[in-house]
């Protein structure tokens, strides 16, 4: 089974089982709560957690508040490594009191752009796949989070779960989250024993957090001059942040994992087998004449241990 780390890292108590309630439920399943300014616990869950941001959440954030991309990581995240892998991430800094810093006594100054995190919550969603099921899609299902401070699960109102996602706009963000949380589950399907390279972690930690750093790597000649990118595509990204967006996905796909999704130039991949050829042949070259030095080495000594049993 694997969880969805954005939706599960909410639940500040995450390792008591107590909090989770033990049935599996699917989009048609109830769910009892709602949280307003009228709950005694209202905005409780908003300290002392953990609110790791996809790339979709920090782009949709730093666009409400005017920032970019540099001035959003550096004055509301910390970095961090994502749950059970070596991918570099962020999540929102708290303040010296433990709360998240858009959170007043009035509720969430960000409420409409809020992370995706925090749309789930008390949901949480995870997959499952069938040990004798290889090659077949996954099953969605989800769980109730129910903490005892919380309130919300005493309120009248009732819906289905998928009533819930639509109320909380969390199918937009899934929508938007999905490419990125793919390479994610992809990387821990790996497991610890693989590890990736520092250029590659920083081209992730590049491409997820910070699309203006990624957008000028993208538009370098170094990059133009290496990967086949048509000139529709290059026009989209180069004002749509959202375009860019779904662009890194394919590309850390492409570069990290080996997907066809952006391609090589046919001349640089040319360029790059005749330079391997090359080394080869050189290392070829190498080989050999080390191997006649040696050989050479060993006929003199052979040699010389002749000469000295014949004087005997």
């Known amino acids: 089974m694997a969880d969805q780390t954005t939706h ?4 500040k108590e995450a390792n008591n089982p107590s909090n989770i309630m033990p049935a599996k439920l699917t989009r048609d399943s109830n769910l009892k709560f709602r949280c307003h300014p009228g709950v005694s616990c209202f905005t409780a869950c908003c300290g002392n957690v953990n609110i790791f941001l996809t790339p979709y959440d920090i782009l949709r954030i730093r666009r409400a508040l005017n920032l970019t991309a540099d001035e959003f990581l550096l004055r509301f995240t910390t970095p ?5 892998t070596d991918m570099p991430g962020v999540k929102i800094h708290l303040d010296a009191e433990g709360r998240c810093p858009f959170v007043t006594d009035e509720g969430c100054t960000i409420y409409p752009h809020r992370p995706t995190t925090c749309r789930y919550y008390p949901v949480g969603m995870s997959f499952f796949h069938g040990a004798a099921e290889e090659g077949s899609g996954a099953e969605e299902f989800y769980f109730l989070v129910k903490e005892s401070h919380c309130k919300g699960h005493d309120e009248a109102q009732m819906m289905t779960i998928r009533e819930w996602r639509q109320d909380q706009g969390i199918d937009e963000s899934d929508e938007m989250n999905k490419e990125w ?6 990387r821990k399907s790996f497991g610890l024993q693989a590890t990736l390279s520092e250029p590659a972690q920083k081209m992730f930690f590049m491409a997820s957090t910070d699309l203006d750093k990624f957008r000028t790597y993208v538009f370098s000649p170094s990059f133009l001059n ?30 990290l994992f080996g997907v066809e999704a952006v391609k090589i130039k046919e001349e640089r ?7 391997l050829r090359q080394k080869q042949a050189e290392s070829e070259q190498t080989a050999e004449q080390t191997y006649q ?3 050479a080495e060993r006929d003199r000594m052979q040699s010389q241990i002749s000469q000295k049993t014949k004087k005997k």
């Open 8 to 11: 599960k890292s909410l639940f």
């Open 80 to 84: 961090v490594f994502l749950e059970k």
């Open 226 to 255: 290496t990967y086949d990118i048509n000139e529709e595509t290059l026009n989209q990204i180069r004002e749509d942040d959202v375009a860019l967006m779904k662009f890194s996905f394919k590309y850390l796909a492409s570069t």
């Open 181 to 186: 949380m793919e390479l994610v589950m992809r």
């Open 293 to 295: 030095e040696l050989k």
């Open 269 to 275: 991949l040319k360029a790059k087998t005749d330079e």
